[in-house]
């Protein structure tokens, strides 16, 4: 009987041990990487965080350095990751990684694929990472700080949903959605373009941020083409996303220029496929909802609405026909014609996507569903 009660207690303190668990403070986090391809190479510059120093607040001390980035070669992305092992002093992990930035060089080639595919096979990496595309220098890209030198945890690339929500110009998107957008018919997907941006200055001089730009459209196998600035301002019209953005209205009429910004939100939008002469073509109704200010209402709420509706058309044809420029199907017009008139789009698809023309939208109809006033403001 003593011997089985030895024998259990030595076994437990075997199963109680912990001596092949990692120390967290003897590894390194990576938060954000870029991918490229140069002469037949993938390089990868890896993002480390340094948790230490957001770990008590949102703001690192001003003299902490928040992030540093590695560079890797090699013909496979993994082979690149396990060149960049060899210059690291700790264990790295991968389970932080939240966004990735895909380079122009990349996307042009054909290589875009197996890139996707190392993230998605590698079981510490997540489908939640954001995704982003840009023609400038990565490592740069990837040592910008936030604002005021919040924690890299609040970058715009990190958490873009953040700035989304108060001006929605290009929908963000995740790897499960680029996924779910390669995969289906249309094989198209845009893609937020970021920049390096010298909008805010510090008593020390300018402090680059990051910015959208616009988007880039890319297949499975290459780079389409990219809308930029006003190009790229009537996707926001288009998304079921879209949570609030802004217009500026010109207004003359008392032989002076003058300019009115409303707020327009609630949007929502309505594709429906048409079979007309035998081809596919697309009946588009939005409808939004507006906040101005009470000065703004009182010149008139009829010609405000009517501004409105016209710069939101001008915006979404703007939009349309330079893609079809670059025949690329910014609105996902085939996926809906896949889903709505299926027997149609059999007929008439090409590799999952129906031909687009200038006339391929019949009717855009937008309405403003309601007007509300904020307090007047007085001088």
């Not at 730009?213 to 809308?227: A, D, E, H, Q």
């Not at 330079?322 to 299926?342: H, N, P, T």
Request: hydrophobic fraction near 35%.
């Amino acid at each position: 009987m003593k011997k089985s009660i030895y024998f259990f207690i030595i076994c437990s303190l075997f199963l109680t041990a912990c001596w092949d668990n990692n120390e967290p403070e003897r590894m390194l986090y990576i938060h954000g990487i870029g991918v490229d391809y140069k002469d037949g190479e993938f390089e990868i510059y890896a993002q480390l965080l340094d948790l230490s120093s957001i770990a008590r607040s949102d703001q690192p001390s001003t003299n902490a350095i928040q992030t540093e980035v590695g560079r890797a070669t090699g013909k496979t992305i993994d082979e690149a990751a396990v060149n960049l092992y060899r210059a690291v002093d700790q264990r790295i992990l991968w389970g932080h990684l939240t966004f990735v930035i895909f380079s122009k060089e990349l996307l042009e080639s054909e290589e875009l694929v197996q890139a996707i595919d190392s993230f998605v096979r590698y079981r510490e990496t997540r489908y939640t990472m954001w995704v982003y595309t840009s023609d400038e220098p990565l490592d740069e890209l990837l040592l910008v700080t936030p604002i005021l030198n919040k924690g890299m945890t609040f970058s715009r690339t990190a958490d873009p949903m953040n700035t989304f929500y108060q001006e929605s110009f290009v929908d963000p998107v995740s790897l499960r959605t680029l996924l779910i957008h390669l995969d289906e018919p249309g094989h198209e997907v845009n893609i937020p373009f970021i920049v390096s941006s010298n909008r805010w200055e510090t008593p020390k001089g300018v402090d680059p941020v990051l910015e959208i730009k616009g988007i880039s459209v890319i297949t499975k196998s290459n780079l389409k083409g990219s809308l930029f600035d006003g190009d790229a301002e009537g996707l926001r019209w288009m998304s079921e996303d879209t949570s609030r953005a802004q217009i500026t209205l010109e207004n003359d009429s008392n032989q002076k220029k003058e300019f009115t910004t409303v707020i327009v939100d609630n949007v929502k939008q309505k594709i429906t496929p048409v079979e007309e002469d035998g081809q596919l073509r697309f009946d588009i109704a939005i409808e939004v909802e507006v906040t101005t200010s009470g000065e703004d209402g009182q010149k008139g709420e009829e010609k405000l609405k009517k501004g409105i509706i016209e710069q939101i058309k001008k915006e979404v044809k703007r939009t349309y026909l330079k893609g079809i420029e670059q025949e690329m199907d910014v609105f996902r017009l085939s996926e809906q014609a896949y889903r709505k008139k299926l027997k149609a789009w059999q007929r008439l698809n090409k590799n999952g996507q129906i031909q687009l023309t200038e006339d391929s939208i019949r009717e855009l109809d937008v309405s403003i569903e309601k007007i509300r006033t904020e307090r007047t403001v007085r001088h």
